[in-house]
């Protein structure tokens, strides 16, 4: 085991230096891990303020495996179809999903922050609203009972995506202040995602842009049917330099990279590893779809408030859980109490459960597996695939964050743009044939 210490020094307001010490503690595979010997003796996140400025953190780099009584986590991509898909089947449960798409587009404003912070620890933080309860029931469905993690610096840090993105929209205002002309990237995220990892985005600032701490898990939760699939590939960042892993075991040798691709279906939950890149490529769809699926009639009979109704059912919108154990982000807080009040109360569904009794073996759609071959086709491993669409070529993304790095990967475009809602594809390719240029940082 070794120590390492971070160290980020800010100028305060009246000249000077001011020097904060972030301290983490990583297993061998770069996750945050649990001392829970070292946490007594040590402030950690979920023991300072609320405010998400922890003054320390514990670091160490711990190859120790956890107790043997512990049960262990599922990393693997996977969806199974959540009760969020019973909702709009009769007028109440319609008139509940149009409040949950409501509060998806308050929280989703431009004048608050990205992401909202809830504890797993009860004693200080409880839900108030219907988001921060479905937040800690994607949390507890991933955690296990009796796994072992400290709850003080545990959590469900949480956001919604909107495309088309609302007027007062994150993606709208901020687009618009930083207009640039001409951008791939910029793009690709008016009707998707771009491509990144999920991480601690002010700890990787504070430290020049090179350290990436993930969440253990990271989830999406579809709340409409339409838009972009999100497609994850088990692409990794050394969490220590932000450099690029290659796709190689210990001894060298090249090793596949897995890549899953889920198609938007309303109640349709995503779960996978942390650590890996994923994005919402709307290029993967048929041309002009997702401009179809947003179109609506307009009745002259329907007021504005109902017009906004129609609105909300015509665009993608996702709910999205990142699983942090053992650390708590910096500057994530709690959704702020100022709105919590224009949020939907927690019992907006009543004793509704998201995964109580939902069918785990369904993903809403149908599902396929490819390996992609070394001559440009694919070959279908699970499932069935038209000839038609066997075709591969290889599509080069822009990577987010302003970078100006770039990934190329081969696809089979074709057969992508065949898909339906609900469906999943899950591919591998040899890692020699996924590039991304650049170093990373």
Request: aromatic share 8%; with cysteine; hydrophobic share 30%.
């Amino acid at each position: 085991m070794s120590d390492i210490t971070e160290e980020h020094s800010a100028a305060p307001e009246e000249g000077g230096e001011t020097t904060i010490e972030f301290n983490l503690r990583l297993d061998g595979n770069g996750r945050t891990t649990y001392d829970p010997a070292a946490v007594d003796s040590v402030e950690s996140p979920s023991k300072s303020t609320d405010d998400g400025e922890p003054d320390a953190k514990k670091a160490k780099l711990d190859n120790s495996p956890p107790p043997p009584t512990t049960p262990s986590l599922d990393y693997s991509s996977k969806t199974i179809m959540t009760n969020l898909a019973q909702l709009s089947g009769d007028p109440t449960t319609a008139k509940q999903l149009d409040e949950l798409l409501f509060d998806c587009e308050i929280t989703d404003s431009g004048l608050l922050p990205r992401t909202f912070w809830m504890s797993a620890n009860t004693d200080t933080q409880q839900p108030r609203c219907c988001l921060e309860k479905m937040a800690m029931e994607v949390f507890h469905h991933h955690v296990p009972s009796g796994y072992y993690f400290d709850p003080k610096t545990s959590g469900a840090e949480w956001w919604v995506q909107i495309r088309p993105s609302p007027p007062a929209g994150r993606y709208s205002m901020h687009a618009s202040a930083a207009d640039n002309g001409d951008d791939g990237d910029d793009d690709m995220a008016k009707t998707g995602i771009s491509f990144h990892w999920d991480k601690d985005e002010d700890f990787r600032l504070l430290t020049g842009g090179s350290m990436y701490i993930h969440p253990h898990i990271s989830t999406v939760t579809y709340l409409t049917d339409l838009g972009a699939p999100t497609m994850v590939l088990s692409k990794r960042v050394d969490p220590m330099s932000g450099a690029y892993v290659a796709d190689a075991d210990d001894n060298g040798n090249a090793t596949n990279v897995d890549g899953l691709v889920s198609f938007p279906k309303q109640g349709k939950h995503l779960s996978f590893d942390g650590r890996y890149l994923h994005a919402a490529p709307s290029d993967l769809l048929r041309d002009g779809l997702f401009e179809e699926q947003c179109k609506f009639d307009k009745p002259d009979c329907l007021d504005m408030k109902e017009m906004k109704v129609l609105e909300r059912r015509h665009r993608r919108v996702s709910f999205l859980v990142n699983i942090w154990l053992n650390y708590r982000p910096y500057n994530v807080n709690p959704f702020p109490e100022t709105m919590i009040s224009n949020l939907s109360k927690v019992d907006l569904l009543g004793d509704f459960r998201m995964f109580g009794k939902c069918d785990e073996a369904k993903n809403g759609g149908e599902s396929i597996t490819l390996k992609l071959k070394v001559e440009d086709k694919i070959q279908c491993e699970a499932g069935s695939v038209d000839e038609a669409h066997t075709n591969v070529v290889t599509k080069n993304w822009p990577m987010g964050n302003c970078s100006d790095d770039c990934i190329d990967v081969p696809m089979p475009v074709d057969l992508m743009k065949s898909r339906n809602a609900g469906d999943d594809v899950k591919l591998v390719w040899r890692g020699a044939d996924i590039k991304l240029s650049g170093t990373g940082t």
